[in-house]
């Protein structure tokens, strides 16, 4: 997946399916991580629904998105964002669906992913939108700054 997510794992795998796709002559197709987990958690949630993604980003960090369901199509009610784990509990709602890979209160479901089956079916669904050539300048979405930290 294109990501977020952490940043050796995307840079192993663009540079991966980047080589392959050069090597083969194909387009790749570049999935966003929480498009494909979306579309895995809408099994689960029920048509005009709310629901709330939150994955860990670091030790202090939690990506955060709100998305909804409609029966048919999937849209994000809130841009995918970065909060701080210690402000968790004052933004979501108890009333919530709520799918995240760390323990807290409010959990609905514990989730891993997106599955590698869920990526293929985004891909199918939505690939030919994304579908490119552009080996050279395709980057993770990293989302998440990164501070280099020098040595005194």
Known sequence: SMGPGSFTGL???LTTAKGLGYGA???IVPIPTFNAL??????????KNNFVIIKNASVD??????LYYDGKKIGF???LSIIKKN???SILKKDELIFSDIDFEFATKKIIGPSALNICRY??????DLLTFDYDYLEPF???QFLVRVKK
């Open 11 to 13: 840079r192993i795998g």
């Open 38 to 47: 979306a579309l895995q958690i809408s099994d689960f949630v029920p048509a």
């Open 142 to 144: 990293y989302l998440k």
């Open 87 to 89: 402000d968790i509990d």
């Open 77 to 79: 009610s809130s841009e």
């Open 25 to 27: 002559n194909l387009p």
């Open 123 to 128: 891909s199918y669904l939505f690939g030919k």
């Open 61 to 66: 960090d939690l990506y955060y998105a709100s």
